[in-house]
């Protein structure tokens, strides 16, 4: 392997260090930074990934941009691809053991992840492996022996391990004790069936599997078979990072440098970013949703957006700031009005919160993506207008009075003649029930030719051929063509 140039340690780690919540050792990593300066051999970082779900969000790539930048200053990036630990199941933050995945929902899963994270890693650069190539050779004499290089009571140091089991059957069976004053102890709970003198299954209280605990040892063998200088994660994975850490030295490997990054607060600006709260935004969603998405967030939201989400340094994005928080330049006592115009001028900030949507949107969709979606945000949300493309839906009328349709998002539609307002959003997949639909309508959401309709008892006219711009909510667009 030839050789590479690096940037001096100091410049490396300032780099790096942008958005970090804890790197640990900090020392420790400079100093494979600098053996890495003085040798020219690359660090290897590396980020593991369970493909658990086919799409990633926004969320998912604050990691994924640090290891580009590991990428960026020459170094090795790694994409791990945790398709046996996926089906095991990370414990981590869950109150409940995960539901397995199967072979193929892991392999179907896998391979929508390389494309969306080429997005940001560079594809010749990339180094990918999977963790069935070790993991799914272990012999329970593998296993047996790596478990002997933990204690128990290290593993149930992790806050949420111990949470859980305080709630399985020993949480259980103490708090029915104490409900019942001069109860004798017992070995095991004792769970009455509810029918007087018979038998029933008992259903087990929450607490944890066996190979929940095994987890953050069999993802330590990654760290290991990689032989990894550095390995990044979101602050929730600590626990994992560190016992990855210890298991390395165990095998007598030097212990690898961990670098943890923020979570990432999702839209509604208070819980972390989440497909199944929908506060999310999807980086394989069209730009002028990711758009339309991230301008809702809250003002005070949007410098951490920008810390993690853009290539902006530190002192652009503080500059950025203080234009935004700044007052408008005042005219001193001599000057002409004219210096009013060789001031810095104060930024709104719904400008840079634009700025840093068309930054993001650019950057899974391209430049001129990310400037279309702004200029489209412009016309609609700032201008009043609506966007120069939408989706086109058409009506066909038959000889019975009916009209068909088939949309992107549903079969073919066969619609009773003149139909109400909130049923065709329904039936037309632009809302998920007519009540709400309906709800939609009398909040005023529901704009046809520029007039707002607020009457869900409102029929569209199919008796001639016509066509409207309709607007359902704030950023839903169709025409509806009556032909």
């Known amino acids: 392997m ?51 779900a086919p799409d990633l969000h926004l969320g998912h790539t604050v990691v994924l941009r640090k290891l580009k930048h590991f990428q960026d200053l020459g170094h090795t990036a790694v994409f791990l691809i945790g398709d046996f630990s996926a089906m095991i199941g990370d414990p981590t933050g869950v109150s409940e053991t995960r539901p397995p995945l199967t072979r193929e929902q892991v392999d179907a899963n896998a391979k929508t992840y390389l494309e969306q994270v080429y997005k940001i890693l560079d594809r010749e650069k990339t180094e990918v492996r999977y963790n069935s190539e070790w993991l799914g050779k272990l012999t329970s004499y593998d296993i047996i022996r ?24 020993k949480g259980e ?11 004798a102890r017992v070995d095991k709970p004792a769970f009455e069936s509810p029918v007087k003198g018979k ?27 990689l032989q990894s200088d550095v390995e990044l994660g979101a602050t929730e994975q600590k626990f994992n990072l560190l016992v990855h850490r210890e298991i390395q030295q165990e095998y007598g490997l030097p212990g690898q440098a961990i670098l943890t990054m923020p979570i990432l607060v999702g839209l509604d600006g208070r819980r972390k970013m989440s497909k199944s709260l929908g506060n999310y935004v999807g980086i394989t969603e069209p730009p002028s949703e990711m758009f339309g998405k991230l301008m809702s967030i809250p003002d005070d939201l949007m410098w951490d957006y920008y810390k993690l989400l853009t290539d ?22 001599g000057e002409s009005t004219r210096s009013l115009l060789t001031k810095p001028q104060p930024l709104h900030p719904m400008e840079a919160k634009m700025d ?23 016309r609609v949300f700032r201008e009043r207008l609506a966007p120069k493309e ?52 009398e909040q005023g959401g529901l704009e046809i030719n520029g007039k707002i309709v607020k009457d869900p008892t409102a029929k569209l006219d199919t008796s001639e051929a016509a066509s409207y711009e309709v607007r359902v909510g704030k950023r839903k667009f169709l025409r509806i063509i009556v032909e």
């Open 2 to 52: 030839a050789q590479r140039n690096f940037k001096p340690v100091d410049e490396q780690l300032a780099y790096l260090k942008k958005g970090v919540a804890e790197i640990i050792p900090e020392a420790e990593l400079a100093a494979k930074l600098g053996n890495s300066l003085k040798t020219g051999k690359p660090l290897r970082a590396y980020l593991g990934v369970d493909p658990t």
């Open 146 to 169: 790596l478990s002997a290089k933990y204690s128990l009571a290290r593993m149930l140091e992790r806050d949420d391990f111990r949470e859980r089991l305080a709630g399985g059957w």
């Open 173 to 183: 069976l103490f708090r029915r004790l104490e409900e019942t004053p001069g109860a």
């Open 199 to 225: 038998s029933s299954p008992v259903k087990r209280p929450p607490s944890m599997a066996i190979h929940e605990l095994l987890y953050p040892l069999l993802t330590a063998l990654d760290a290991v078979e």
């Open 312 to 333: 902006r340094t530190p002192d652009e994005i503080e500059e950025l700031q203080k234009r935004v928080n700044s007052p408008a330049p005042q005219l001193l006592p």
């Open 356 to 378: 840093l949507a068309r930054e993001v949107v650019s950057t899974f969709h391209g430049q001129d993506a990310g400037k279309e979606a702004a200029e489209s945000f412009r």
């Open 390 to 441: 939408m989706q086109e839906i058409r009506l066909t009328r038959r000889s019975d009075g009916f009209v068909v349709t088939q949309t992107r998002d549903a079969a073919v539609q066969v619609i009773s003649a003149s139909p109400k307002w909130p049923q065709l959003l329904k039936y037309l997949s632009q809302a998920e029930s007519i009540s709400e639909a309906a709800r939609i309508v």
